[in-house]
């Protein structure tokens, strides 16, 4: 069993990578396999759009995206990771969402049974930003909603998360909710 973890900042050690990495911690002691990938330490292009995308036999971008999604797609458990932008989630989370159209175009759903989405912001925007999480992960494989978890939260410097006990037992909690989700489902 594994669970994968998508950090979409463009901050390895902001706020939403360090609550990323207590729900993983949760995880791991479980017993469970955990892998936490940082975009921003990748190359992922954005999609092409090609009309005759679900026609190719490979995406045309090459990139780190394909073996990414590679690891996602395979993932019992998944979290996704972004801070808000502008009512939404960063660059990096939206052009690795948007490259895995390539699944969708090809009928090949992820695999993963739960996920959990974390979405911090200055104070507005959550909201907007977890529907579009969401609508993706359940374009992307059926999963019922209650095994869809979310966690929001406020803050704004890198590392300021780290001060709030209250979001980082709230995302320790996420993890364990995760690995009791795969525990009994697998
Ligand atoms: C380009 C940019 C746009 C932002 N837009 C928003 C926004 O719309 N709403 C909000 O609440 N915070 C916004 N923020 C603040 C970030 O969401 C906030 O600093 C967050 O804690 C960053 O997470 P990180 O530490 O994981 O990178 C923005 C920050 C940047 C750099």
């Given at each position: 069993?594994k669970?994968v973890?998508?950090a979409?900042?463009?901050?390895?050690?902001?706020?939403?990578?360090?609550?990323?990495?207590?729900?993983?911690?949760?995880?791991?002691?479980?017993?469970?396999?955990?892998?936490?990938i940082?975009?921003?330490q990748?190359?992922?292009?954005?999609?092409?759009g090609?009309?005759?995308?679900?026609?190719?036999?490979?995406?045309?971008?090459?990139d780190?995206?394909?073996?990414?999604?590679?690891k996602?797609r395979?993932?019992?458990?998944?979290?996704?990771?972004?801070?808000v932008?502008?009512f939404?989630?960063?660059?990096?989370?939206?052009a690795f969402?948007?490259?895995?159209?390539?699944?969708?175009?090809?009928d090949?759903?992820?695999?993963?049974?739960?996920?959990?989405?974390?979405v911090?912001?200055?104070?507005?925007?959550m909201?907007h930003?977890?529907?579009?999480?969401?609508r993706f992960?359940?374009?992307?494989?059926e999963?019922?909603?209650?095994?869809?978890?979310?966690?929001t939260?406020?803050a704004?410097?890198?590392g300021e998360?780290k001060?709030d006990?209250a979001?980082?037992e709230q995302?320790?909690q996420?993890?364990?909710?995760?690995?009791?989700?795969?525990?009994?489902?697998k």
């Amino acid at each position: 069993m594994k669970v994968v973890a998508i950090a979409g900042s463009p901050r390895p050690t902001g706020n939403t990578s360090y609550l990323t990495d207590r729900a993983l911690e949760e995880i791991a002691a479980a017993g469970i396999e955990t892998e936490k990938i940082v975009l921003c330490q990748h190359r992922i292009n954005p999609c092409f759009g090609h009309d005759d995308c679900g026609s190719l036999k490979a995406c045309r971008q090459k990139d780190d995206a394909p073996a990414i999604i590679e690891k996602f797609r395979e993932a019992d458990g998944l979290i996704l990771a972004t801070p808000v932008y502008y009512f939404n989630m960063t660059a990096q989370m939206k052009a690795f969402v948007d490259r895995n159209y390539f699944l969708y175009t090809h009928d090949i759903p992820l695999k993963a049974i739960c996920a959990g989405m974390i979405v911090i912001g200055g104070g507005e925007g959550m909201d907007h930003t977890v529907r579009a999480l969401r609508r993706f992960l359940l374009l992307s494989g059926e999963k019922p909603e209650d095994r869809l978890l979310t966690l929001t939260g406020c803050a704004t410097e890198a590392g300021e998360v780290k001060n709030d006990a209250a979001l980082v037992e709230q995302a320790r909690q996420m993890g364990r909710r995760l690995a009791g989700m795969l525990r009994q489902v697998k």
